[in-house]
Every structure is written in C-alpha cells, then in structure tokens.
C-alpha cells in the first residue's frame, strides 16, 4: 500500500483524519475500541448491560475496527475482555501502522 493510500484509509469520507485515528491518537488503542463499542451500541448491533456486550445481530457494521470488536464478542461478554481482544486485534494493528506511516505515531508505540 503506497502512503497515499495510507492516507486516505486513515480518514473518513470527508477528507478529515477518521474518528478512529482521532480516538487512537487521543487515547491510544483501548480509546479507538471503545469508540467503536459506543458507535455499536449507537447503531444498535450491541447492546450493553451490567458491564456486559452483547451483539444483536441487527446490523453487520462496515469498519473492520467494529467488525474486531464483533468478533470479540460472539456472545454476552464482559466489556473489559472485549476491550482487551480487540485492541490486540489485526484492525487496531493497521490503523497504528497507517498512523506511523503518516508520521503521527512513533512505531515504538
């Protein structure tokens, strides 16, 4: 992938940085995870109770940063063994090389 494209895969459809490497950025990868909970649970494909995820099957999301947390949680789990999963996940991983790439990251982080 050449740094162009890094680029563009690193915002959203507006132009501007994406609002998960802004969570990254401003957070690291647990921020990014839990924004995409929030989103999920905004879009209504989990639902959250007494610290517990749980997806509803209602919407497929399209970001592979939500789909990672779908896949952490194929059942009710706890929110924290769902923000540990998929911040190790492939997806997280990616948006932290783009990052780097663009020079808003170190690697060593």
């Given at each position: 992938m050449t740094q162009a494209e890094d680029r563009a895969e690193a915002r959203d459809g507006e132009?501007?940085?994406g609002h998960f490497a802004h969570a990254f950025l401003?957070?690291?990868?647990?921020?990014?995870?839990?924004?995409?909970?929030?989103?999920?649970?905004?879009?209504?494909?989990?639902?959250?109770?007494?610290?517990?995820?749980?997806?509803?099957?209602?919407v497929r999301p399209g970001h592979a940063i939500e789909q990672a947390v779908l896949a952490a949680c194929p059942r009710s789990r706890r929110v924290r063994d769902?923000?540990?999963?998929?911040?190790?996940?492939?997806?997280?991983?990616?948006?932290?090389?783009?990052?780097?790439?663009?020079?808003?990251?170190?690697?060593?982080?």
């Open positions: 132009g501007g940085p401003a957070g690291g990868r647990r921020r990014v995870v839990e924004c995409a909970v929030v989103s999920l649970v905004e879009q209504g494909a989990l639902s959250l109770r007494a610290a517990r995820l749980r997806p509803t099957g209602d769902v923000l540990d999963a998929a911040a190790r996940s492939q997806a997280v991983d990616d948006l932290a090389r783009r990052l780097a790439d663009l020079g808003l990251l170190s690697r060593r982080r």
